[in-house]
């Protein structure tokens, strides 16, 4: 069981816009910024978003992000078939002294 | 560009013990902290362990606590991860990760290292 909790899946046509939701708590989403990661099928996980919507060089600007009290999404607009992945959230978490992630959500472009 | 490469994973028996080795380069090691994170077959991310960029301060998942020990010789640039009292639970992947800052986010992962626990 994950401390913060995702869809375990997603989907959508090329050219879409899908949101994934990572909803925790206080003591980790609610007082500390969220990060998200994409796992392309057989790679190590990459950092696609960090400080709640921020993109490292490199990242499109079709990847978005934000915050609202103890829950975070992650958006992707303009859909394209290399998005097909699984895409993780991470945040601090106060309580555990430790790093907290979603389960995971494998998100399927149709 | 930053390189992160782990070894020494391999076949453990349950109870046995294992060191993982992570050779950092392209990046100042000596200023930046560092994680191991694991993954299960099939399943997802689960972080391991945290040392800060001078080994004074350690975190560690609570699945790991008391049997996985995280050190790191900045002379060498290189990380580690002592393995004891392994249980099958522990089979996974583990990746050598360079913290991101202070936003406690992971910016480099390496390609991992494939760890069995199984008799």
């Known amino acids: 069981q994950s401390v913060l909790t995702q869809p375990p899946a997603a989907s959508g046509t090329p050219g879409q816009r899908v949101t994934i939701s990572c909803s925790g708590s206080?003591?980790?989403?609610?007082?500390?910024?969220v990060s998200w990661y994409q796992q392309l099928p057989g790679t190590a996980p990459k950092l696609l978003l960090y400080t709640n919507n921020q993109r490292p060089s490199g990242v499109p600007d079709r990847f978005s992000g934000s915050k609202s009290g103890a829950s975070a999404s992650l958006a992707i607009s303009g859909l394209q078939s290399e998005d097909e992945a699984d895409y993780y959230c991470?945040?601090?978490?106060?309580?555990?002294?430790?790093?907290?992630f979603g389960g995971g959500t494998k998100l399927t472009v149709l | 560009q930053v390189q992160l490469v782990e070894s020494g994973g391999g076949v453990v028996q349950p109870g046995g013990s294992l060191r993982l080795s992570c050779a950092a380069s392209?990046?100042?090691?000596?200023?930046?902290?560092m994680h191991w994170v694991r993954q299960a077959p099939g399943k997802g991310l689960e972080w391991v362990a945290f040392?800060?960029?001078?080994?004074?301060?350690?975190y560690y998942a609570d699945s790991v606590k008391g049997r996985f020990t995280i050190s790191r010789d900045n002379s060498k640039t290189m990380v580690y991860v002592q393995m004891n009292s392994l249980r099958a639970e522990d089979t996974a992947v583990y990746y050598c990760v360079k913290h991101g800052g202070s936003g406690w986010y992971l910016d480099n992962w390496g390609q991992g290292t494939l760890v069995t626990v199984s008799s």
């Open positions: 206080r003591s980790n989403i609610g007082d500390n910024p």
């Open positions: 991470a945040a601090w978490d106060d309580s555990l002294s430790g790093v907290v």
């Open positions: 392209g990046f100042t090691f000596s200023s930046n902290a």
């Open positions: 040392i800060r960029y001078d080994g004074s301060k350690t």
